[in-house]
């Protein structure tokens, strides 16, 4: 019967480069960093109870190796060879379920490490009978909370982006013990790529170093991500609908995606390999499901009937005590304001008929532990998926959230429908305990102050 260390011996046979060895000895922060080599946060994403997704970029395309070890041993040394331009994605698997993992790329050869990136972590899911708390932080459309998000600017541009993008309501993220974090879309503001630069792969990739090679530093590390996108991780949805396209946006679009499969670790080299619409169960804790509600996008649909049964399996069969449903556009009908209720067609509430579907079968299951995330309206709330009614689909909390951008509209939502409303940048953290059946919201401000709490108790 094969040991975890033999299997990796066994990999490490298999995958010229790869060498497995003990850790003792070995302290990574004697290593100095080098932000000229590695200026963007190498970051792990997707983790399962096995397995870790890790992406990283080195600058100058030099061999490197990638090392992931516990605070007992390395597991793993990944000999990283040049590929033309130094955007590398590795999948690790054989991992021990609920242990922590530390990550970070090296230059020259171990046991003599030179220069490194920094260090991040992640803790692998624990098996799915264990049921333990989870915190997750949620960002969405990151900003300076002004009106104006922060857009990068290519070289032509008056004020081209010349250095890294920083973000304030980030800086304090280390203070919190997280176990993932969800990103739900706008996580860059593209639009000029596509605009000025003909949106070639090269300048998305290019430009994505504005984002990654600044605020994110603070918060990516902490944590393993799970992402979504919308729509400026190419450009303003205004500029195309994607059920009435051409050759050249099909192009753009093609373009935009394969540079975030190449930067983001979503456990997939490419969209055809596998979706953005995907779902990870943290134990008998939470199944979250993350959606794809930009590209697949029809006239009267919000999303492919294959993800919207998708979304229905999990509500209905997840073991989980509870189903967050990670969703960039919110589910939650908002029309106490004429401008908010004319602005709808980002929003479930604009297709009524998948909208339907899920609430039926929120209504049918009584399903009360199913909680939405969302962001896209450039704000933050807490409250319920409708104004009035007690059942399921009307009572159902939904969190929004803004890491910067600020919506002047938000002054219009119900108090009644919505405990929270806040337009500043805030970092909200989930908490479900499974065992009390609670989920505790809690929202941090800018300056890593409290602005808002509440257990919700009634899920």
Sequence with gaps: MLTRRALLQLAAA??????????????????????????????????????????????????????????????????????????????????????????????????RFEERSLIGRFRTWPSEDTREPVSIALLACVGQGTILPDYYYPEGMPVPTTEPIQWEVFTHAREHDLDAIVHLGDQAYLDYVWEL????????????????GGGYRDVYPLAPLYAT????????????????TTPEIDAKVANAQEAWYRVMPIDAMTPSEAPVWRSFRFGGTVELVLLDCRYELQEDHLMSTAQLDFLLDRIESSPCRFVCVATPRPFANITSDPALAADNQDRWEAYTADRGRVTALLDALDARH????????????????????????????????????????????????????????????????????????????????????????DV
């Design 229 to 244: 996108w919308d729509d400026h991780e190419a450009t303003d949805n205004s500029d195309f609908d994607p059920w009435d």
């Design 197 to 212: 630069q003909d949106g070639t792969v090269e300048a998305y990739l290019n430009a994505w170093g504005a984002f990654h």
């Design 370 to 457: 199913v909680v939405f995330v969302a962001g896209d309206l450039h704000m933050n709330y807490l409250g319920r998926v409708s104004l009035e009614g007690d059942a399921p689909s009307q009572d159902a909390w939904e969190v929004c959230v803004t890491s910067g951008n600020v919506n002047p509209l938000a002054g219009g939502l119900s108090r009644e429908q919505f405990e929270l409303v806040d337009t500043r940048p805030h970092l909200p953290i989930l908490t479900f305990d499974p065992d009390a059946g609670t989920i505790h919201v809690a929202f941090y401000a800018r300056d890593g102050s409290l602005t808002f709490e509440r257990t919700l108790d």
């Design 14 to 111: 298999a995958v010229p480069g790869l060498l497995v060895g003990c850790g003792a000895g070995f302290d990574p922060d004697a290593v100095p960093e080098s932000i000229t080599r590695f200026p963007r946060t190498p970051m792990s994403g997707d983790v399962t109870s096995t397995r870790a997704v890790l992406t990283f970029h080195v600058a100058d395309d030099t061999p490197v190796v990638l090392r992931v070890w516990t605070g007992e041993e390395v597991v793993l040394d990944s000999a990283i060879e040049p590929n033309g331009d130094g955007f590398h994605k590795v999948m690790v698997d054989d991992l021990v379920p609920g242990t922590e993992y530390h990550y970070a790329v090296f230059s020259g050869k171990p046991r």
